[in-house]
Nanobody
């Protein structure tokens, strides 16, 4: 079993940047493919980005070119660098882990979730 803790959220002006971190404990992160999801008020949780256990990054069209996912297996941490932030990026951001070496754009296939970190982008 793995425990995930997100950090790095906050309030930022449009056009600014934030870097989210997802720290894992209990198991080594290189055993998992990782995803970032977000949920805005009144909306369903949606896929943002993912990185396979063996490498390879995936992005939602809405964040492609602005967000970058990376992993540091030595630190057991996955990052989401978010640049050129927009007010519509405002949401609670969650990281998630699954043991298969694939990325799903749906929440169901992920086995473990963090508690989320709030990102607010002001206009």
């Amino acid at each position: 079993q793995v425990q995930l803790v997100e950090s790095g959220g906050g309030l930022v002006q449009a056009g600014g940047s934030l870097r989210l971190s997802c720290a894992a404990s209990g198991r080594t992160l290189n055993s998992y493919s990782m995803g970032w999801f977000r949920q805005a008020p009144g909306k369903e949780r949606e896929f943002v980005s993912g990185i396979r256990r063996s490498g390879g990054a995936y992005y939602a069209d809405s964040v492609k070119g602005r967000f970058t996912i990376s992993r540091d297996n030595a630190k057991n941490t996955v990052y989401l660098q978010m640049n050129s932030l927009k007010p519509e990026d405002t949401a609670v951001y969650y990281c998630a882990a699954r043991s298969l070496d694939t990325i799903s754009y749906y929440t169901g296939p992920y086995d473990y979730w963090g508690q989320g970190t709030q990102v607010t982008v002001s206009s």
